[in-house]
Every structure is written in structure tokens, then in C-alpha cells.
């Protein structure tokens, strides 16, 4: 069960610059799967998409979703279980074989052309695709556009300097009445370095306010025992439910 609970607005932290110089490179974030230093990824699914589904789907068929830095993702299966076809990019090779491991799905790889050294790995069933490769690298592939977008982990994984890069990267990948859901975090980002990021309301609407409507579906807490570690005595996550304007 889901036993976050919605809590009222509180003031965002006003220092929202104390983050901008914060990198991460490729290689760390493989060497987070490689030391198993991935509590971002949730087995169980993430409770607010479970919760804001209908919403998020408006009960299409056949749609094609994005997975920015999927990760091994369970969601990912949901949505090809539901008949709809799923691509995800992930610089993290071992956590792409473990997604077709855990899920007892079946796949073949081969090299992207167009990008040296990445491969892309297909379900047998051809419904899911996941480019092991950097997000930045994405457009130089013929990938398509997409009904739908799940972000979650991953524009408050990018570097922030990288952000209006990512920002015009996802737009670029948008069909025409495209629904792009999106989680953030909030809390204190002078008491934690990040990641993930904090992402305010302002920078949301700073990175995507001139393409999208932006509407905040949910802001619950979040606080668990191993954000004590973070320094942090607070956070929360926000989804947002980004559409054509």
C-alpha cells in the first residue's frame, strides 16, 4: 500500500543556485550499478504513477513511451503488458541486462550505428527497446517520437548544467498531444549536494513553460529514515502532468 501522505505547499528553499555546479560524470553513474548503490530504483513500481495512470494514459492503446534513464524500471513492463511499445535510454549496460533478467524477458543486442560503442537492446517480442548509450547522444539515432514520456530519475539525475540540453532533447522526441509526466524532489539543496537534484517549480516551468501546460498532480512526503544521511530533515516529491499547450 501507499502510505505517503499529501502535505500542504511549504516556501521552496530560496538558494535554488547552490546546485548548479554539481557534475556527475557517465562513469560514476555506472559505477553506482556496479557497487550497487541504487536505491533510486523502486521494485515495487512507483505508487504515484500506479495512483495517476488513468490520467497519464486516458486510456489509449498502442502508444509509444519514453523512459529517460529507465534503469531497470519495472514500469517498463507494465506498459508493454498493456500493449504499448516502450523505448528507454540507459548509460548503465548492467542495468539494462538485469531489467530482461528480473523480468524474464527474453532480448537480442546489437551496435547503433550512429553511435560508437552503444548498443541497443530488443525484447523478442519487439515491444521494448533500450539504448545503452548517454541521453545526449539520442538524437544522432533515427528514435522517433513518442505519445507518452515517464520521467522519474531522470531530469533530477542530470547534471544542471545539462538541464536545458535535456529539456530541448525531450521536447524534440513529443507527437502531437503528447501527455509527459514528470516526478521531481523537493527539499533543502544547501544540506545536500544531490543527486537526485532538487528541482524547483520556477525551473520546470523556466525548462519546459514556453512548449508545455504544466499542472502539479501531487506533492506527498517522501521522508524515509535514509534521507537522515543526506543531512536533510525533509523532502518531498511533486509530479507534474506536462501537455501540448
Known amino acids: 500500500m501507499d502510505n505517503t501522505k499529501i502535505l500542504p505547499d511549504i516556501k521552496e528553499d530560496p538558494d535554488t543556485e547552490v546546485q548548479k555546479n554539481q557534475v556527475l560524470t557517465l ?27 488513468d490520467t497519464f494514459l486516458k486510456g489509449e492503446s498502442g502508444l509509444r513511451v519514453f523512459f529517460p534513464l529507465c534503469g531497470k524500471a519495472v514500469e517498463m ?4 503488458d498493456l500493449g504499448h ?20 524477458v527474453s532480448f537480442s543486442e546489437e551496435p ?14 519487439g515491444n521494448i527497446s533500450l539504448y545503452c548509450c ?11 517520437k513518442f505519445d507518452r514520456i515517464w520521467d522519474r530519475g531522470a531530469l533530477v539525475a542530470i547534471n544542471p548544467g545539462d538541464r536545458e540540453c535535456y529539456a530541448d532533447i525531450m521536447s524534440s522526441l513529443l507527437r502531437k498531444g503528447f501527455r509527459y509526466l514528470l516526478a521531481v524532489m523537493s527539499y533543502d539543496p544547501t544540506k545536500h549536494p544531490g543527486p537526485p537534484f532538487y528541482v524547483p517549480a520556477a525551473e520546470i516551468k523556466r525548462l519546459f513553460g514556453t512548449r ?23 523532502i518531498f516529491e511533486e509530479l507534474y502532468l506536462l501537455t501540448e499547450k
Do not use: M
Request: glycine share 6%; with cysteine.
Open 27 to 53: 562513469e560514476e553513474w555506472q559505477d553506482k550499478w556496479v557497487n550497487r548503490k541504487i536505491a533510486f530504483h523502486q521494485e515495487e513500481g512507483h505508487q504515484l504513477l500506479k495512483k495517476h495512470l
Open 77 to 80: 513492463k507494465w506498459f508493454a
Open 85 to 104: 511499445s516502450v523505448v528507454g535510454v540507459e548509460i548503465s549496460e548492467l542495468g539494462i541486462r538485469e531489467f530482461f533478467t528480473e523480468q524474464n
Open 112 to 125: 547503433i550505428t550512429e553511435i560508437p560503442g552503444a548498443r541497443i537492446f530488443k525484447s523478442s517480442s
Open 134 to 144: 548517454s541521453i545526449f547522444d539520442l538524437p544522432r539515432t533515427n528514435i522517433g
Open 212 to 234: 508545455c501546460n504544466i499542472h502539479c498532480l501531487e506533492k506527498v512526503d517522501i521522508f524515509e529514515e535514509q534521507h537522515i544521511s543526506w543531512g536533510i530533515d525533509y
